[in-house]
């Protein structure tokens, strides 16, 4: 379990296939303090596991699923990289729940500038535009963000927007991204928990009172 509050950014050294997966050294410095093999890592927001350290320098790897549906398998030396430690009991809860478990690649449509800071525009599967309530949370990357507006469907996709703030420009890479770009995008867990719930609830032999209804009734 992760924040979406990057710590630092890495370099990937290399990346080398093992089998159908692969194997990434990535150069760091803070995230090196307190971990150790079997540990997990967010790596532009996919959970990770470190299976050694090499000097500066941890040791991940990926399995086949992980490189075909995220953007880990398209990576190359010398890319930065965002990284976050698993979060501890004590941890302060900035960011919201984040896991490590990408929901699809979604495509840079344009960045704007909105000053102090930019707005991001990213399409993705428009089956996803209903994970995206106006101030919902949606980490991209990694970084933990806060959406601006409710999806906008168009064809295929749907289009979310995130602003970007000051600091937030300047303590991660999402400012130097270009149309085009693909982005880790993670929808808030919680939202799909609650999907899967009500689905279950509904069929037949379930039994239940949960609903959209009910779940106005008590205040959500």
Do not use: W
Request: aromatic share 4%; charged share 25%; proline share 4%.
């Amino acid at each position: 379990m992760f924040t979406g509050i990057i710590e630092e950014i890495g370099k990937l050294q290399r990346i080398a296939p093992t089998g159908e997966g692969a194997e990434l050294s990535i150069a760091c410095d803070r995230v090196l303090a307190d971990i150790k093999p079997e540990d997990s890592l967010a790596v532009n927001g996919v959970c990770l596991t470190v299976v050694s350290r090499e000097g500066s320098s941890l040791i991940v790897q990926a399995v086949a699923e992980t490189l075909s549906k995220t953007g880990i398998g398209k990576l190359v030396a010398g890319k930065q990289l965002h990284l976050e430690r698993a979060l501890l009991p004590t941890t302060r809860m900035g960011g919201h729940f984040v896991q490590g478990h990408v929901d699809c690649v979604g495509r840079v449509r344009r960045l704007d500038d909105a000053r102090p800071g930019k707005v991001l525009h990213l399409a993705v599967p428009k089956d996803y535009a209903r994970y995206t309530p106006r101030t919902g949370s949606v980490c991209l990357d990694g970084v933990s963000l806060t959406l601006s507006h409710e999806a906008q469907v168009d064809g295929s996709e749907a289009v979310i927007r995130v602003a970007l703030i000051p600091y937030t420009l300047e303590a991660t890479l999402l400012g130097g991204l270009h149309a085009g770009d693909g982005v880790n995008v993670e929808f808030d867990c919680l939202a799909k928990y609650m999907e899967q719930l009500l689905r279950h609830n509904d069929e037949p032999g379930k039994g239940g009172n949960l609903s959209m209804d009910r779940l106005r009734e008590l205040g959500y």
